[in-house]
């Protein structure tokens, strides 16, 4: 095995000493005292309970509602930085909405051998309901968090593209009110950029989404699967902040050729819906027939323009973890530039070759589900016993192509506040992108995820991980 | 706004209304248990009666005592009248309709439900209960504060205030119909001691003994219990009361709206029998009766409501 890389400290480089963005915050830091942060951090703690941020664990009988944890020690970009991570988002914003097109329509992209056809073509997430539709406004992904993760001083990668429905800006928001709630002279003393607008911008780029037949004032809805769903509050808190209906499929039913939900005084035609369905359930007539989540009839008025979908149905094939190895190739053949930021290198399973070199380097590597999410399916080399490595390796010969790999990177670290105080712990970032024909617009910062055990490299929150409130400094 | 959210307002707050009902009732039983223990199991089971829990009950246990009694009014999540399941209910439906409430109506629930969780998480001895049963009925009020605070006025909060007036004229009404008989002129020993404490037991469950003491100048008198508890407009635990701000809340959700619906001119009947009634003529008639009408019209016209609305398809 290669030699281990020196892990990226975000707060004190290669060196030992403060970077430059975290030279204030460790100088407020020093004159802190631990032990009254930890009681700092128990408040917030109970903070967040009260205003109910909390997910729902699957399978667990009591003590369903968990909070995430939240570190109080905040992750700093520096404005140049985010400068590159937001160009390079928007490229690849606008790029996977042209291949979306393309792929739904002549599949240029295929023809000109930059992508084989069986990626599509056997691929459970291309739906053949949408060959043909061209969405309002062009758009397919409104909403997309893309997650990058840091190994250098200037080393960024981009480790997803989720294109379909991204979650966790609740938590961006909600780690912010609480970061300026307990420790407001830090945002005097740092130029930090503002996150609050995000609702505003959402609804703003929805709207300007909507259907060219409807008229008036925009009606948009969010589409959730329920109260028992594990992203329930985000639904509600982001319908709330939206000033939009939360809807669950059955206030739903198709009127007069449009999507209407049930109101006290009949039903009124929703002109955007953003759902948090998956396509799956998002119609029982066309995709799974014991769908209680979603409306009877809504892919036809969609084919019929009477109402947008966020995102739209079918957005699945442009992050699945097969296609993401094409990512480069995608962003050139739609933009004519280089890629501005990453892809981390990838071994497509499928190909044999690459296979033998997986298996070869197994301990090495990452290895994850094409179609999985959320952390799980996943193999740690490094991590991971002789067993779990020799199960994992049966599972990878009996079905390569259900598989990638990929280097392990030296995540960068943020110092999280532990018990004797400051303490480093490996970080990734989702900022949040919003498209729509007026353009890509992205919220300077998005949710900082934390692996809050030592040395871990898994950040989801199911397994672990926690928050931190992520800032982009003003221009100095 | 949408049909279930205003399902959810008005079912969130008859919720709250019912956990602090029952809290109130537990203390009357309690404080009869503790001043006549030997009716103490009668006035358990008539309790238990009045909070139509009383088959529940009995499905669980053999004979009524008090220790058993209040851990199944109060925290047993099995039983879906309890307070325990009452809060925990509230706050199901407050999620459901978060979009709909203020900052301040939602952590006011929230609260309510974390804080019981956690003091109801055991069973409750007798020396900790008066404590317990005062922050139930505190929490309550906080909801109703917040909401009365900041909220909007407008057709969200005419369903939430439905929901607790209607939950509270049914509660009044359960009371009466439970206790009648000893209301009735027939039995009227007055001044016996056993009367007194049975109707303070009434006035306590409705929290009317204050009010009572304030307007009557007499001694406990049935006929003025009956006539306090079902035509005074002032006390706002009657009914005559609650159907009044029933039927102002259907009326501005009709000029809202600006369509009348039919729950309109059943809430107009409703209310028509409380102005235009005395006390003597409900004796008259029979006091029992013209409580088990209340009850069927009052249900009549919770359905009406439900469908007038569109609460569910």
């Not at chain 1, 403060?18 to 802190?32: C, Q």
């Not at chain 1, 961006?172 to 970061?179: D, G, Q, V």
């Not at chain 2, 706004?1 to 309690?30: H, P, Q, V």
């Not at chain 2, 003529?281 to 009549?300: N, P, T, W």
């Amino acid at each position: 095995m290669t030699k281990p890389r020196p892990i990226f400290d975000e707060m004190t480089g290669f060196s030992g000493q403060p970077r430059k963005p975290y030279e204030k915050y460790s100088e407020w830091f020093s004159k802190e005292e631990v032990a009254h942060l930890r009681r700092k951090s128990a408040r917030a703690e109970s903070l967040f309970r009260l205003t109910g941020i909390t997910f729902n664990v699957y399978g667990v009988e009591e003590a369903t509602e968990r909070l995430i944890p939240f570190d109080l020690v905040p992750r700093i970009i520096t404005a140049r930085e985010w400068q590159t991570l937001s160009r390079g988002i928007e490229q690849r914003v606008r790029a996977i909405n042209a291949f979306l097109h393309d792929i739904y329509h002549r599949q240029e992209i295929i023809r000109a051998g930059r992508v084989p056809v069986e990626m599509i073509a056997n691929n459970d997430a291309f739906l053949p309901e949408m060959i043909g539709v061209s969405p309002p406004g062009n758009i397919y992904t409104h909403i997309v968090g893309t997650d990058l993760v840091r190994t250098g001083e200037n080393e960024f990668y981009v480790l997803e593209d989720n294109a379909r429905t991204p979650s966790g800006v609740s938590y961006m928001l909600e780690n912010r009110e609480t970061m300026l709630h307990m420790f407001p002279e830090l945002f005097s003393q740092n130029r930090v950029r503002g996150v609050s607008h995000y609702p505003r911008a959402l609804r703003r780029s929805l709207s300007a989404c909507r259907p060219d037949m409807t008229q008036g004032h925009t009606v948009v809805a969010v589409l959730t699967p329920g109260i028992h769903n594990s992203a329930y509050y985000e639904h509600a808190f982001l319908a709330d902040q939206m000033g939009a209906e939360l809807v669950e499929g059955h206030d739903l039913r198709v009127v007069d050729g449009r999507v209407a939900m049930r109101t006290t005084q009949g039903y009124q035609p929703i002109d955007v819906i953003y759902r948090r369905v998956d396509d799956e359930y998002l119609d029982p007539l066309t995709f799974n027939p014991d769908s209680m989540l979603g409306v009877p009839g809504i892919m036809d008025v969609y084919r019929a323009g009477g109402i947008t979908i966020a995102n739209a149905p079918g957005t699945g094939i442009a992050d699945d973890k097969a296609i993401y190895s094409y990512m480069p190739e995608i962003v050139e053949f739609y933009t004519g530039e280089r890629p501005i930021l990453n892809n981390v290198p990838t071994w497509r399973c499928s190909d044999p070759e690459a296979l033998s070199y997986v298996l070869d380097h197994l301990d090495e590597l990452v290895v994850k589900e094409v179609h999985g999410s959320g952390g799980y399916g996943m193999l740690v080399g490094p991590a991971a016993s002789k067993k779990e490595l020799s199960e994992f390796r049966a599972k990878l010969e009996a079905k390569p192509s259900n598989y990638i790999a990929q280097p392990t990177l030296s995540l960068s670290t943020v110092p999280i506040l532990a018990s004797k105080g400051l303490s480093p712990r490996h970080v990734d970032l989702r900022p949040f992108a919003l498209a729509s024909p007026n353009g890509v617009e992205i919220i300077p910062g998005g949710l900082t995820r934390v692996a809050l055990k030592k040395g871990s490299l898994v950040v989801n929150s199911s397994q672990g991980g926690g928050t931190k409130d992520t800032w982009v400094l003003e221009d100095e | 706004m949408l049909g279930k959210t205003a399902g959810g307002m008005f079912w969130m707050l008859r919720y709250m209304e019912r956990s602090e009902n029952t809290a109130r009732m537990i203390d009357a039983g309690m404080r009869m248990s503790l001043t006549r223990s030997s009716a103490a199991e009668s006035e358990w089971t008539s309790i238990l009666t009045a909070l139509g829990l009383l088959a529940e009950y009995q499905q669980r246990y053999d004979g009524v005592d008090s220790a058993r009694v209040v851990n199944f009014l109060l925290r047993d999540k099995s039983n879906p009248g309890s307070v325990m399941s009452s809060v925990e209910s509230a706050r199901t439906n407050a999620r459901m309709v978060r979009t709909a409430l203020t900052r301040e109506v939602w952590e006011a629930v929230n609260e309510c439900w974390m804080d019981l969780k956690e003091l109801l998480a055991r069973q409750v001895g007798q020396q900790d209960l008066p404590d317990i049963l005062q922050i139930v009925r505190q929490r309550s009020a906080y909801v109703r504060g917040a909401l009365a605070g900041t909220m909007v006025r407008n057709d969200i909060y005419n369903f939430a205030r439905l929901g607790t007036f209607f939950e509270r004229a049914d509660n009044t009404a359960r009371v009466l119909d439970v206790k009648y008989y000893i209301l009735l002129p027939s039995v009227m020993h007055v001044g016996s001691a056993t009367d007194n404490v049975q109707w303070e037991t009434i006035l306590r469950s409705t929290s009317a003994t204050r009010a009572y003491q304030t307007l009557h100048e007499n001694e406990y008198n049935p006929r003025d219990i009956a006539r306090f508890l079902i035509l005074d407009h002032r006390l706002p635990r009657s009914l005559a009361f609650c159907y009044r701000k029933i039927s102002d809340n259907l009326d501005y959700l009709a000029r809202d709206y600006g369509e009348r619906m039919p729950c309109h001119q059943k809430v107009g009947e409703i209310c028509a029998r409380f102005e235009n009634t005395t006390i003597d003529e409900i004796f008259d008639g029979g006091l029992h009766e013209f409580i088990m009408e209340f009850l069927s019209d009052s249900h009549m016209l919770g359905k009406q409501i439900e469908t007038d609305y569109r609460f569910i398809e």
